[in-house]
């Protein structure tokens, strides 16, 4: 089986270059560093700090 790679296409003013990656969480974890505070807050902010659904309101963490 031929093993897959995550490519990341970078463009800056001078130049352009591809980052690759062995899994898909490596790439998101670039990805989010590449992010300010503010922009990563607002992309979890749509999902339970607990459990990580974005069913909300979510119940996982209430003792009712």
Same mark, same amino acid.
Not at 10 to 36: H, V
């Given at each position: 089986?031929?093993? +897959? *790679?995550?490519t990341?296409?970078?463009d800056? @003013?001078?130049? #352009?270059?591809?980052? +690759?990656? *062995? *899994? !898909?969480f490596? +790439? !998101?974890?670039?990805?989010?560093? #590449?992010c300010?505070?503010?922009?990563r %807050? $607002? %992309?979890f902010s $749509? ?5 990580g659904?974005?069913? %909300?309101?979510c119940?996982?963490?209430?003792d @009712?």
């Amino acid at each position: 089986m031929k093993k +897959a *790679t995550i490519t990341v296409k970078i463009d800056t @003013e001078n130049a #352009q270059t591809n980052k +690759a990656f *062995t *899994t !898909i969480f490596d +790439a !998101i974890e670039y990805l989010l560093g #590449q992010c300010t505070p503010d922009e990563r %807050l $607002d %992309l979890f902010s $749509d999902y339970c700090k607990y459990c990580g659904t974005d069913k %909300l309101p979510c119940y996982c963490n209430r003792d @009712e």
